[in-house]
Each structure stands twice: as C-alpha cells, then as structure tokens.
C-alpha cells in the first residue's frame, strides 16, 4: 500500500441568484441544466425520475465518457446537493451547493469545488486551477442562470 500526501485544491463562491430557492433547486439538474448552460449536453444520465436524485450518475465528454458525475447527496427541502466527478486517470471531484434565500428575497447559493489529483495530469490540473479561473467560472454560469431566471416565469 503507497499512501500519498494529496495535491488538492478547494475553492468557494457564493452566487447572487434571482429567484427563489424552491424555484432554482430544480435547475441544478444534468437534465435541466442544458436549459441554461450553454453547451452543456451530458453524453448520459441513470436517473429513475428523470431528473436529479441522489444516486443519479451521469457521464460527460465529446464522443466517449470523460467523467463519471454521481450525486451522492440530494435534498429537496434544505436546497442542497452533493456531486462527486471522477475523471479516470485525472482527478476526483466534489461539488457542493448550498442555496438559501437571502434578505432581498433572492437566493444565495454557495458553490464549492475541490479536486484532488490521481496522477500527474491531475497534478497540473489542480495546480492550474485559479482562483481566477474559478471565479470566471462562477461568474459565468451565475449570468447564465440568472438570465434564465428573468426569462422564465418562476
């Protein structure tokens, strides 16, 4: 047995989202997401709704599976879901997102990530994820929801 110090990197945003908690919840979805999420388009999802639950796994990649996504933890009355990503060979993944109404009757949804490195790849990867990056990254997919938020009727 080889047991190794992780290269590991966490990083944590909290977006300003329009809407309630009960109305965005089911936007964190892989199904619902491509609603939202330019260029989103999971190559599959194992779901028994149809929909996120826990124990959901879905794939990502061009032509083949890149990453394996399962949420792990997933609940509907506290706004709150876990997601574990492996990519084989890479990294492994934990997402979590906390949402709570805020004073402006908006939401405020915590969003953590952290990757830690199984291989060298992984080791470059963890070490290119910036706080920067992340937070463009945040920034990005915040507008995003946001603009589908003042669009669909809640």
């Known amino acids: 047995m080889r047991i190794v110090e992780p290269v590991r990197v966490e990083r944590s945003y909290t977006q300003k989202l329009i809407g309630k908690p009960d109305a965005i919840f089911p936007l964190l979805c892989p199904v619902r997401e491509a609603e939202w999420a330019e260029g989103w388009d999971p190559l599959s999802v194992f779901t028994k709704s149809g929909f996120a639950e826990r124990d959901c796994v879905f794939t990502t990649g ?35 997102i906390k949402l709570d109404e805020n004073d402006t009757g908006g939401t405020d949804a915590e969003v953590c990530y952290m990757y830690t490195a199984i291989s060298s790849e992984g080791e470059n990867f963890v070490r290119d994820y910036s706080e920067e990056f992340f937070t463009k990254f945040m920034e990005l997919t915040e507008s995003a929801l946001n603009d589908f938020l003042v669009k669909e009727p809640n």
Not at 65 to 81: A, Q, V
């Open 62 to 96: 061009d032509q083949d599976p890149d990453s394996i996504w399962i949420i792990t933890k997933f609940d509907l009355n506290d706004h709150w879901l876990e997601i574990v990503k492996v990519t084989p060979g890479m990294t492994v993944g934990r997402i979590r």
